[in-house]
Nanobody
Framework: QVQLVESGGGLVQAGDSLRLSCAASGRSFSLYAMGWFRQAPGKEREFVIGISRSGGGTRYADSVKGRFTISRDNAKNTVYLQMNSLKPEDTAVYYC?????????????????WGQGTQVTVSS
């Protein structure tokens, strides 16, 4: 069992940066690939970015390439999402998720555990 808690969301202006954190409790954090998803009002939850168990591999949605990066600190059981050059269309609830299979997938059903989400609002 893994519990995930996101933090770092807030209200920012377009062009600003924000860093989200996701702290995991439980054992064997390094065995999970981690991903970030987001869900805007009235839209389906979508994949944003993912990272492999060791941190050596990453996967990005086209919409965030060049602006968002993901990293993890397995000693701290934490994964980070650095968001730069934020746009109003990035406004959403951001969720972190853990995948025991370690595949860095981009589909919701590939992830086993989810956090409660943190709101990110980008004003124009």
């Amino acid at each position: 069992q893994v519990q995930l808690v996101e933090s770092g969301g807030g209200l920012v202006q377009a062009g600003d940066s924000l860093r989200l954190s996701c702290a995991a409790s439980g054992r064997s954090f390094s065995l999970y690939a981690m991903g970030w998803f987001r869900q805007a009002p009235g839209k389906e939850r979508e994949f944003v970015i993912g990272i492999s168990r060791s941190g050596g591999g990453t996967r990005y949605a086209d919409s965030v390439k060049g602006r968002f990066t993901i990293s993890r600190d397995n000693a701290k059981n934490t994964v980070y999402l650095q968001m730069n050059s934020l746009k109003p269309e990035d406004t959403a609830v951001y969720y972190c998720a853990a995948d025991l299979r370690g595949m860095v997938g981009d589909k919701i059903d590939e992830y086993d555990y989810w956090g409660q989400g943190t709101q990110v609002t980008v004003s124009s």
